[in-house]
């Protein structure tokens, strides 16, 4: 009973890991979009999305540097969200993998 709950409560984890991560990335995304096509930056939607990538992006601020710096931010906005899925399901599935009375099986 102990094992199963402790189960459900890491599957519940990882879980919540991977859509946090996918909410994050999806806002990076969308912001990128914005700056891809020169959105109004005074927009609030815009001003939200630019906060969330300057927060949970910061990472890849400035990576590439190619001559158009609208492409050089939408570059590096994408990628900041790669990192974020890519991230968030990697932790996941050791979130998962940590669950008692889980079957062990080779990949």
Same mark, same amino acid.
């Given at each position: 009973?102990?094992?199963?709950a402790?189960?459900s409560l890491?599957?519940?984890?990882a879980?919540?890991v991977r859509?946090?991560?996918? &909410?994050?990335a999806g @806002?990076?995304? &969308?912001?990128a979009?914005?700056?891809?096509?020169e959105? =109004?930056?005074?927009?609030? @939607?815009?001003?939200?999305t630019?906060g969330?990538? =300057?927060? @949970?992006g910061w990472f890849t601020?400035?990576l590439?540097?190619?001559?158009?710096? $609208?492409?050089?931010?939408?570059? =590096?906005?994408v990628?900041?969200?790669?990192?974020?899925?890519?991230?968030? =399901?990697?932790?996941? $599935?050791?979130?998962t $993998?940590l669950?008692?009375?889980r079957?062990?099986? $080779?990949?």
């Amino acid at each position: 009973m102990i094992r199963s709950a402790a189960s459900s409560l890491l599957t519940l984890l990882a879980a919540a890991v991977r859509l946090v991560a996918s &909410v994050v990335a999806g @806002l990076i995304v &969308v912001y990128a979009v914005f700056t891809f096509f020169e959105a =109004n930056p005074a927009n609030p @939607l815009v001003e939200f999305t630019a906060g969330v990538r =300057n927060s @949970l992006g910061w990472f890849t601020k400035d990576l590439f540097h190619p001559s158009d710096p $609208k492409i050089a931010e939408t570059i =590096n906005a994408v990628l900041a969200a790669v990192v974020w899925v890519v991230v968030g =399901n990697l932790l996941s $599935k050791a979130i998962t $993998k940590l669950a008692p009375g889980r079957a062990r099986t $080779k990949a």
